[in-house]
């Protein structure tokens, strides 16, 4: 079992930035790669970012691509999301994931992940 804690979540204006963090406990040692996804009312959940778990492979949407950055402190087994130039439409409630397999390429589905954190509340205002 993994038990993965999100934080950092919170109101900014448009512009602005803020950092999560995800605090990874349990078997940690499993973990291949990390993501961060986020849902906004009334859509899907979609992926924002992923690293493998020794940080030599990363991924992002898109529509994040160039504004936020992923990183990890394994000492620490905490995966951070640094938003920088955030939008409105960056407001949703974001997960951190885990999954153990170790894919060709960094997993970007949600089906792959194998266990999720309980969100954070990111709000964008204009």
């Known amino acids: 079992q993994v038990q993965l804690v999100e934080s950092g979540g919170g109101l900014v204006q448009a512009g602005g930035s803020l950092r999560l963090s995800c605090a990874a406990s349990?078997?940690?040692?499993?973990?291949?790669?990390m993501g961060w996804f986020r849902q906004a009312p009334g859509k899907e959940r979609e992926f924002v970012a992923a690293?493998?778990?020794?940080?030599?492979?990363?991924d992002y949407a898109r529509s994040v691509k160039g504004r936020f950055t992923i990183s990890r402190d394994n000492a620490k087994n905490t995966v951070y999301l640094q938003m920088n130039s955030l939008k409105p439409e960056d407001t949703a409630v974001y997960y951190c994931?885990?999954?153990?397999?170790?894919?060709?390429?960094?997993?970007?589905?949600?089906?792959?992940?194998?266990?999720w954190g309980q969100g954070t509340q990111v709000t964008v205002s204009s």
């Open positions: 994931a885990a999954e153990f397999q170790q894919y060709s390429s960094v997993p970007t589905l949600r089906r792959q992940y194998d266990y």
């Open positions: 349990g078997r940690t040692f499993s973990i291949y790669t």
């Open positions: 690293i493998s778990w020794t940080g030599s492979n990363t």
